[in-house]
């Protein structure tokens, strides 16, 4: 994001596995959308501790990036907190 870039809000949802990729994705732009933000950067935990990304996490990741790209929407970072630390799809080049 630029240099000028501030937070102006924070969306807390739980979700579980089975929730369709679909229903993140609108449900994530839809607030995003409502609060004219320009981008959003994505932050969950893994209850387990274990901060790698699932598989589940790259393709939503990969998706909600593909989606970003059509509104014009920055997506810089997905952040993943584990017990022992943290893994950024920035950091790594995977975003």
């Not at 579980?16 to 409502?34: A, D, M, V």
């Not at 059509?70 to 975003?95: K, R, W």
Request: net charge positive.
């Amino acid at each position: 994001m630029k240099d000028k870039s501030f937070i102006i809000s924070f969306l807390i949802w739980r979700y579980n596995i089975g929730t369709t990729f679909c229903f993140i994705i609108r449900r994530i732009f839809h607030h995003t959308l409502n609060i004219l933000g320009t981008g959003l950067i994505l932050i969950h935990n893994h209850p387990s501790g274990n901060p790698n990304p699932s598989d589940a996490d790259k393709a939503i990741t990969k998706k909600i990036k593909e989606a970003g790209l059509l509104m014009e929407m920055a997506v810089p970072d997905h952040i993943i907190i584990g017990n022992t630390g943290y893994y950024s799809f920035a950091d790594e080049g995977q975003i």
